[in-house]
């Protein structure tokens, strides 16, 4: 008789290997997503800190290859650095200047017209449709205003919140200026000890991905601000034809809304939407409208497709859902950050994955993303095997 098969008393009876294999593969995806929400919260506690770390490393980003292209051409690094970094901060200084002056200029044409509007508004009540005497439109902003009055410490509470936001804001401005510096000065000095902190036999292929994902940001902020200043100008443009006020602080509202990819221009847009409906009425909002709607389509159709899908390599639909997720988990922090995180992750889990291939150089990776690419860095040194293309760099 042929003898029975003894069965392994390790394993569990009755259970199929494609039973097994699931299991096996949910509860390591259980443990993996629990370390992401442990980490998630943990930083969470440190936002103050984190955010501009990293809004710090978006700007080094920008400013990286200026500050190796004047070292390049004989400039001490700190010199570079720092004259960099000013030159910036004027920049943003004057269009700061700019933008309160025009809306100093605007803002009393803005008041009157909305006056006017309100006007209009309670003409047509009371002769439209709806037919409210004076009496009754009086007793509803009576209503209005008892309500301010009852929620009177909720809104003392929250501006004594926005007060405090306001304090965060600065502190953060100041983190962030500090520490693009310090990324400009000695990014490369970081991102070594950093490196040193790994096992030996991970640091070349996390410093090769390092090193490529480092270019590919480079090459998002570099597309995501010219996308940014064709939107702002083309807002600001057409405010400017459909005499709306405020036409400058208008297309930099756009400018700064789309830094979040393909949403933030649109959204931001409504602004200009409801200042032109104040000050022009509904038939100049409507045009206005349309010409935000002209300025996505250039975006997604010539911008989008020729800046930002050759520097980062990352599906539309990708885009979209993780600044989604981005926005539902961390709010507009998220969705900033959302895109340029998921490009980043797509280049270091690419190169880590073929890590056993010959690494490709940074002046090819360079050459392959023309025209929004740097220049070619110089030739790695076999003591340094670091690049030249930023400070913050993770060749720093």
Same mark, same amino acid.
């Given at each position: 008789m042929p003898s029975r098969p003894v069965s392994d008393p390790h394993r569990p009876p009755y259970v199929s290997p494609a039973l097994r294999l699931a299991a096996d593969w949910s509860w390591r995806f259980l443990v993996v997503v629990a370390g992401v929400v442990v980490l998630a919260r943990g930083l969470g506690y440190v936002s103050e800190i984190l955010v501009p770390v990293l809004v710090a490393l978006l700007v080094t980003a920008l400013l990286g290859p200026v500050v190796a292209r004047a070292h390049r051409l004989g400039v001490p690094q700190a010199v570079a650095a720092l004259a960099t970094l000013l030159v910036a901060l004027a920049a943003v200084a004057g269009l700061v200047t700019?933008? &309160? @002056?025009? +809306? %100093? &200029?605007?803002?009393?044409? =803005?008041?009157?017209? #909305? *006056? !006017?509007?309100?006007? !209009?508004? !309670? &003409?047509? =009540? +009371?002769?439209?449709?709806?037919?409210?005497?004076? +009496? *009754?439109?009086?007793?509803?902003?009576?209503?209005? !205003?008892? +309500?301010? &009055?009852?929620?009177?410490?909720?809104?003392?509470?929250? %501006? *004594? @919140?926005? %007060? #405090? @936001?306001a304090g965060h804001l600065v502190a953060g401005f100041f983190i962030t200026l500090f520490a693009t510096f310090f990324y400009l000065l000695e990014g490369r000095r970081i991102w070594s000890w950093l490196l040193h902190l790994m096992p030996q036999p991970a640091r070349d292929p996390l410093d090769d991905a390092a090193r490529q994902s480092w270019l590919t940001l480079v090459h998002y902020m570099r597309a995501t601000v010219v996308v940014a200043l064709v939107d702002g100008a083309g807002v600001a443009i057409g405010a400017a034809v459909l005499q709306v006020p405020l036409a400058v602080p208008l297309g930099l509202v756009v400018f700064l809304g789309a830094f979040i990819p393909i949403v933030g221009a649109l959204l931001s847009g409504v602004v200009a939407v409801l200042v032109a409906l104040v000050a022009q009425g509904p038939v100049i909002a409507l045009i206005m409208l349309g010409v935000i709607l002209l300025v996505q389509q250039v975006e997604s159709h010539l911008l989008q497709p020729f800046l930002m899908g050759r520097a980062v390599a990352v599906h539309p639909l990708a885009v979209i859902l993780s600044v989604a997720a981005g926005a539902t988990v961390f709010g507009i922090v998220g969705a900033l950050f959302a895109v340029p995180l998921v490009a980043v992750l797509n280049t270091a889990i690419g190169a880590l994955a073929g890590a056993g291939a010959p690494t490709r150089q940074a002046a090819e990776i360079a050459a392959s993303d023309a025209p929004l690419a740097p220049d070619a860095p110089a030739p790695n040194d076999a003591t340094e095997h670091l690049d030249d293309e930023g400070p913050a760099d993770v060749r720093r």
């Open positions: 700019l933008i &309160s @002056t025009q +809306a %100093a &200029s605007g803002f009393s044409d =803005l008041s009157d017209s #909305a *006056t !006017e509007g309100i006007g !209009e508004v !309670e &003409s047509w =009540l +009371a002769s439209g449709p709806l037919n409210l005497s004076s +009496a *009754t439109i009086s007793g509803y902003v009576d209503q209005v !205003e008892q +309500a301010i &009055s009852d929620n009177r410490d909720a809104i003392v509470a929250g %501006a *004594t @919140t926005v %007060a #405090a @936001t």
